[in-house]
């Protein structure tokens, strides 16, 4: 019973033994982690995410991006080993090594997604990109990873509010409007004091009054006859910049005729100037691109589109929501006159000026990218072998038992190029035999979208793992002899 212990014993320090030394040398794990350009980025700014792969052998990976679309819009999707694919249709990111030619062995950095932190996004909010139900391939196996995740925060402080809600100077008649910082009134030369009242929007904002650059605390001025008197109001946010309101008051000199004083303003023979405030809407109503086809939005800023090379120029056609605003197209930072864009091979930068009648500006951005011209170059047929790739193999007999077909035309009727029909019209004899050292390459053809390529098994693998297995069946089989030897040894 001790013999048949100590033997049983032995075989377990074997087995674990082995164990230890197959999981040092086969037990290669897969990883991927998400990080971000910036820990902290503005509103309006771009941050990109970068996608870390490790393993051995990876050929290709997939999960499910998901991120807040009211925060953030994904820009553009890049791949950083040049011969992968990566694309992101439908918030599924997928990449794949179309030739299974170049996995990832160690870590490597597969591609880079650009995001753009939209505009109105408060300071101080987190933001959060994952990558769920990750997986990524290797020869033999798949690596189910969860999910992987990257966050950031929006730096800034929001935006101060600088308007005021209310203002007002008495003896004078005006229509105020927030957005409308300057303005002019007349009084008679009886007035000679005015009272200014401005209220800000934000309570916490300081309100300055001056006249002729003089602080004027309680808002109380003292005009000049016959001459302008110019009031400013300055509103000072606790964060932020300020923001200046003017009032020129012009006072009658003493002599003149005097205005009948009236809540109507005076009627007089220059042409009125509108009270109304000037209209600060920037906003396209519709943008559209010929041979494009997007999704508008008024709000969204960034577009790219990809054409082929046939197309040569794009029409752009844009409408402000305004009838006051007025539209300006540039072509890579030039002013281009109408409405039609040449482009060239590469990326083409579209832009969409509109200024809003108070002068506020707003652009949107087109990016076109155009294919080159593949049509020169030759293509590359495989029905047609190279003789130099063809190695002469001494196993291909030359019979002269060959029957001689009168169906060969003569040298003169032999067809040219054009007249060679397709490689699948062509009889293939089985009457050949292909040499040995012949190798047929199969072609590769690309992955479709939303699909993981998983490659062949290699026969390398295979052979690895079998001289293993076989090498732990010998190591158990020496060690059963050698606890025997042992308690034999013992016995004797």
Known sequence: MKKIAKILLCCMLTVGLLWTVRTACLGVTANASLSASAATVEAGQTVSVILNVSGDSIYGVSGQLVYNKDLLTLQRTEKLISAWDVSVNNNRLFAADNNLKSPIKGTKTLCRLTFKVNSGVAPGSAITVSLQNLSLSDVSREYSLGTKSVTFTV????????????????????KFS?????????????????????????????????YNGVPAPDGVVTLREGKSNYISVEVKPVNGTSRTYN?????????????????????????????QPLSDNNLLKELSVSDLTFLFSPNLREYDATVEHSVKTVTVTAEAQDPTATITLKYN?????????????????????????NGA???????????????????????????????????????????????????????????????????????????SDQTTSEPTSS??????????????????????????????????LLGYFICERRKD
Do not use: W
């Open 178 to 210: 927030p957005n409308l910082m300057e303005y002019d009134a007349e009084v008679p030369y009886s007035v000679s004091q005015v009272k200014v009242e401005a209220t800000p929007s934000d309570s916490t904002a300081t309100v300055i009054i001056r």
């Open 247 to 275: 009032v020129q008051v012009t006072r009658a000199a003493a002599g003149t005729s005097e205005p009948p004083v009236s809540s109507e303003p005076p009627v007089s023979s220059e042409p009125p100037v509108s009270s």
């Open 155 to 174: 730096n800034g402080t929001q935006a101060a509010d600088n308007k005021l809600s209310s203002l007002s100077v008495s003896n004078t008649t005006f």
């Open 361 to 435: 500006t707003r652009t949107y951005n087109i990016e076109i990218k155009r294919n080159k011209d593949t049509s020169s170059e030759p293509p590359v047929s495989s029905d047609i072998p190279v003789s130099s790739d063809i190695p002469v193999s001494s196993d291909v007999p030359v019979s002269s038992d060959l029957p001689v077909s009168s169906d060969v035309p003569a040298s003169s009727d032999i067809p040219t190029s054009s007249d060679v029909p397709a490689s699948s019209d062509l009889p293939v004899s089985s009457d050949i035999p292909v040499s």
């Open 447 to 480: 992955p479709n979208p939303g699909t993981v390529v998983r490659p062949k098994k290699d026969l390398s693998g295979l052979v690895m793992h079998t001289a293993y297995i076989g090498g732990m069946v010998l190591c158990l089989l020496a060690g059963c």
């Open 333 to 357: 930072g030039t002013t281009v006159e109408g409405d039609t864009v040449t482009l060239r091979d590469g990326a083409n930068y579209i832009a969409v000026v509109v200024q809003a009648e």
